[in-house]
């Protein structure tokens, strides 16, 4: 079974940066598409990046692109989100994704508990 466990969440001030990291352990099969999913209170889950296992990388939006930064260790099986210029808006809790079938982490089998990220103005 997929285990993924997220860290590197934390309260940080408007401008700041913060960097997550997702450790995978337990799949059998290399993910096609990871990624970083996102859902603020009251709000549906969204993307907020993705990489597959060409090392390919998608974004949400581009002020995303503009701001976010996902990249990933095979070696350590791990992904991490490197975040700059957070906002207010940006306040979420952040979740790690494995997508066994499908690239742009179209439709993720296995999630991480979430790790929150609080942007204070």
């Known amino acids: 079974q997929v285990r993924l466990v997220e860290s590197g969440g934390g309260s940080v001030q408007s401008g700041g940066s913060l960097r997550l990291s997702c450790a995978v352990s337990g799949a059998t099969k290399s993910a096609l598409s990871m990624g970083w999913f996102r859902q603020a209170p009251g709000q549906k889950r969204e993307k907020v990046a993705c990489?597959?296992?060409?090392?390919?990388?998608?974004y949400w939006n581009s002020d995303m692109r503009r701001r976010f930064t996902i990249s990933e260790d095979p070696g350590k099986n791990t992904i991490a989100l490197q975040m700059t210029d957070l906002q207010v808006d940006d306040t979420a809790m952040y979740y790690c994704?494995?997508?066994?079938?499908?690239?742009?982490?179209?439709?993720?089998?296995?999630w991480g508990q979430g790790t929150q990220v609080t942007v204070s103005s």
């Open positions: 994704a494995h997508d066994k079938a499908n690239y742009y982490c179209l439709n993720p089998e296995d």
């Open positions: 990489i597959d296992e060409e090392g390919d990388t998608s």
